[in-house]
């Protein structure tokens, strides 16, 4: 997918609608009054790669699990590589864009290690200041936005990247992989021994759809090191269906200081009215200091380790969340999903 020059944005993340993607879309929009066949073609759904061995368990996954695999929670130093941003949209099979689908992206570090870890806890061998997988919840234009780092090469493919995208009303991923046009050279300089035309997995997709895989990436303009961008739109052959009651939300609670561990901070409890099979995640309100809603790790008792960002529920009742951090303003979010969706980070 060939993308035009951008002209410079204040916002590293926002990349404006250009000419082409106007056209597309009008030519999407437009595609259910027209004869099959020529503009067919803009809502053909995504071929449907092989999930890998490397999706990461649940050990592997960091706290931080938002769309910037480059920074991992607070740190400084940002992780190894050439800073990457992927935009795009989650489309129906009708070219509508889908609300509420979770997109995943997993890969390699610049190394070509990932997150993964068949024992317990992450590779070591990972970039310690690489998340390694990032989740996206879309909203109602279906797009979707990830800042990471060009995927490392590893023995036996070319560099690529892995998807995973989940519809609202399905329980299971729909998995793909997107990979660079261009000659992949290792990190000693010497041309890979597997590229685009050899590769194991994107030549099991037809010539004709792999293309839609097969990304350039252009220069962001005006940043100077380096960083490049990539538009991908997901299309899914599965039509969406939203659940009725009671569907997902959030719930602005307060919190109630309480006693933490000995010798630490005291915690902050957060009771809600839960159902069973809901997933819970805690949200802190906006400072002026930071404007977005902050995913807070949470613990299910005043003493436990605060080692979850989500729960879910097993029973209907009050259920209570532990968090260190003061909301400013004395309330948090408290959002909760519907039982069988996978649940990511709004
Ligand atoms: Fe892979």
């Known amino acids: 997918m060939k993308t035009s020059p951008k ?21 999407i929009a437009s595609a259910g009054f027209t004869l099959p066949g020529f503009l067919a073609e803009a809502v053909a759904a995504t ?88 989740q996206f919840l879309t909203g109602s234009t279906g797009r979707f936005r990830f800042r990471t780092i060009k995927a490392g090469l590893y023995v036996g493919r070319t560099r690529h990247y892995h998807w995973g995208v989940t519809l609202p009303g399905r329980t ?92 630490s901070d005291p915690r902050y409890r957060i009771t809600v009215p839960a159902y069973a099979g809901y997933t819970y995640e805690i949200y802190g309100n906006p400072t002026l200091a930071d404007l977005g809603w902050r995913a807070l790790p949470f613990s299910l008792s005043a003493t436990g380790s605060i080692d979850r960002h989500k729960h879910t529920a097993t029973a209907e009742g009050a259920l209570s969340f532990f968090v260190e951090d003061a909301a400013e303003r004395g309330f948090y979010q408290v959002s909760y999903r519907v039982p069988g969706a996978n649940t990511g980070t709004p």
């Open 47 to 134: 071929p449907i790669v092989t999930q890998g061995p490397y999706y990461p368990l649940a050990d592997d996954i960091p706290l931080d699990k938002d769309n910037d695999l480059v920074q991992l929670d607070d740190r400084l130093t940002l992780a190894n590589g050439v800073v990457t941003h992927i935009t795009g949209r989650v489309l129906d099979a009708n070219g509508n864009p889908v609300r509420n689908a979770l997109v995943e992206l997993w890969h390699a570090d610049r190394e070509g290690d990932y997150l993964y870890s068949a024992g317990s806890g992450r590779n070591a061998a990972c970039d310690a200041n690489f998340a390694g997988f990032g």
């Open 172 to 263: 299971t991923r729909s998995t793909s992989q997107t990979g660079w046009n261009e000659v992949a050279y290792g990190l000693t300089g010497a041309a890979w021994g597997t590229q685009n035309s050899n590769d194991n997995v994107f030549s099991t997709v037809p010539a004709a759809q792999r293309a839609s895989l097969l990304l350039d990436f252009t220069a962001v303009p005006g940043t100077t090191t380096g960083e490049v961008q990539a538009e991908w739109d997901f299309v899914s052959g599965f039509t969406p269906t939203e659940p009725t009651y009671p569907g997902g939300g959030s719930l602005t609670v307060a919190g109630t200081p309480v006693a933490g561990p000995v010798g």
């Open 7 to 27: 002209p410079a944005e204040p916002q590293a993340f926002h990349i404006p609608c250009d000419r082409r993607r106007f056209f597309r879309s009008m030519a």
